[in-house]
T-cell receptor, first 116, second 115 residues
């Protein structure tokens, strides 16, 4: 699986957009970009994923560069409850029969602190 | 759906004792994962199952750790004998293999302290 590089920490003012970058310069053509977050004392939570097109859901938007070597997770209006560690992960699509593609490899992530 | 259910939520035990952690995945999911999280090592995959069959147990630290999945709705992670270095938060996650790629759903975790 390709490795990712994220800043260790970031601050964001409440109500402003939080833009979390991720570099994945060695990503392969069949690898997706996933974002998870972990709020203190809770299990990781799936946010969004994408292959090459930008994606948006009720939680966030994912912008992937044309060369797919980097991406940005955008929380459009950050709240205090968005304070968490955000993980960017790249991984190939799992097959119906599992295999080594089934697991996620979590790095250190970015600790986002949303401040009032 | 109640989500992934783990029990107990907290466990304190003494070194040498057997510890059993339990997980009930989301109904209909056919992949189950056990992770361990510590400050030093972060979040590590221990083992995962597809359709109740262990697929990759390379993350299991040593023979003291064992995991089973007797049916689609239940899995256990056992540590025997436990040691202080096993103290960590253990997460169980489930997903639908071949479904939306990569979206695993995590339980609340079991916080284990071995004295």
């Amino acid at each position: 699986d390709a490795k990712t590089t994220q800043p260790t920490s970031m601050d964001c003012a409440e109500g402003r957009a939080a833009n979390l970058p991720c570099n994945h310069s060695t990503i392969s053509g069949n690898e997706y970009v996933y974002w998870y977050r972990q709020i203190h004392s809770q299990g990781p939570q799936y946010i969004i994923h994408g292959l090459k097109n930008n994606e948006t859901n009720e939680m966030a938007s994912l912008i992937i560069t044309e060369d797919r070597k980097s991406s940005t997770l955008i929380l459009p209006h950050a709240t205090l409850r968005d304070t968490a560690v955000y993980y960017c992960i790249v991984r190939a699509r799992s097959t119906p029969y599992g295999g080594s593609q089934g697991n996620l490899i979590f790095g250190k992530g970015t600790k986002l602190s949303v401040k009032p | 759906d109640a989500g992934v259910i783990q029990s107990p939520r907290h466990e304190v035990t003494e070194m040498g004792q057997e510890v059993t952690l339990r997980c009930k995945p989301i109904s209909g999911h056919n992949s189950l994962f056990w992770y361990r999280q510590t400050m030093m090592r972060g979040l590590e995959l221990l083992i995962y199952f597809n359709n109740n069959v262990p697929i990759d147990d390379s993350g299991m630290p040593e023979d003291r750790f064992s995991a089973k999945m007797p049916n689609a709705s239940f899995s256990t992670l056992k540590i025997q004998p436990s040691e202080p270095r096993d103290s960590a938060v253990y997460f169980c996650a489930s997903s639908l293999a071949g479904g939306p790629p990569g979206s695993q759903y995590f339980g609340p975790g079991t916080r284990l302290l071995v004295l």
